[in-house]
């Protein structure tokens, strides 16, 4: 089993700028992702060249199961507001989304209230630099999937970037998947290294590896963390990868599992 998080920066180039849906493919099909969580992703926004990229996502996977959940209508940086309903879906949307290879019987949505203030972020590019942003609105999307060893949880996230209050939406996460079935898989950017996820969680993580900035990472920002309630279901992490890919500022973290045979299907 592959689990996987990749931080789309909605599909940009960091070497031209540019958006392509064959970029965006390519990369996500490199991967061999089974559940894929994805953060900064766009539908029908005109910098993105109004592209659907999780069905481009889950396409490029071979995946019928998969699901969008809006954070925000409008544009990251310009003119949005809170996503409310699905009458939002007549705007451009950016959110996250969750792909899965294997059926899903529930899906679950919880709203994280993003930082009450502005504070200041990095923003690579071009027209890029140090910003003072109005923190968004973040978004949870957890999955029950019938994956190969029986139910398991999948859910993945994008945390704000402002410290201290990431802290209190991830523990809102947690609280929101503590309901569904062990095993209990965490998959997102956390905007947060490893030792206050770990610290705040009690969760555990299957990869340390530096996921941030893509051309030489530094700082682990992305993860793929598990309860240890049901967690020896999963099995051992037998490898770990961060390939380079051709859009983004993050490298998409991949975790690839071996469960025990005496708990596989048959």
């Known amino acids: 089993m592959r689990l996987a998080t990749f931080n789309l ?19 996500v099909a490199d991967l061999d992702a089974d559940v894929l969580g994805l953060q900064e992703v766009d539908r029908a926004q005109p910098r ?8 481009i996502a889950a396409d490029a996977l071979g995946a019928s199961a998969h699901r969008f959940a809006a954070a925000i209508a409008g544009t990251p940086g310009e ?3 809170p996503w409310r309903c699905e009458e939002d879906n007549v705007h451009p949307l950016y ?20 930082a009450p ?4 972020v990095w923003a690579p590019g071009p027209d890029g630099g140090l910003l003072l942003l109005k923190d ?9 999937i019938d994956a190969p060893t ?13 410290p201290g209050w990431n802290i209190r939406q991830l523990r809102a996460a947690v609280r929101a998947l503590g309901s569904l079935p062990a095993p209990r898989v965490l998959l997102g950017d956390l905007n947060m290294p490893a030792g206050p996820v770990r610290a705040f969680t ?13 051309p030489a990472p530094r700082a682990q920002l992305d993860h793929v963390l598990a309860h240890p309630r049901g967690a020896a279901r999963l099995g051992p992490v037998v490898q770990i990868r961060t390939p380079a890919a051709a859009i983004s500022d993050h490298r998409p973290l991949v975790v690839h599992l071996d469960p025990p045979a005496h708990t596989a299907r048959s």
Not at 15 to 23: I, K, P, T
Not at 117 to 120: C, Q
Not at 202 to 214: D, E, F
């Open 48 to 55: 993105s060249g109004h592209l659907d990229l999780t069905a």
């Open 150 to 162: 029986g139910p398991m949880t999948v859910a993945t996230t994008h945390l704000s970037f402002v």
């Open 79 to 81: 003119t949005w507001q």
């Open 95 to 114: 959110g996250i989304a969750l792909i899965s290879r294997y059926p899903v019987a529930r899906w679950q949505i919880t709203q994280l209230p993003g």
């Open 136 to 144: 968004e609105p973040r978004v949870l999307i957890a999955a029950v």
């Open 202 to 214: 009690g969760w555990r993580a299957l990869a340390r590896r530096p996921t941030y900035p893509s």
């Open 9 to 27: 920066l909605h599909g940009r180039s960091l070497s031209d700028g540019n958006v392509h849906a064959d970029r965006v493919a390519a990369a």
């Open 117 to 120: 203030v502005r504070s200041p």
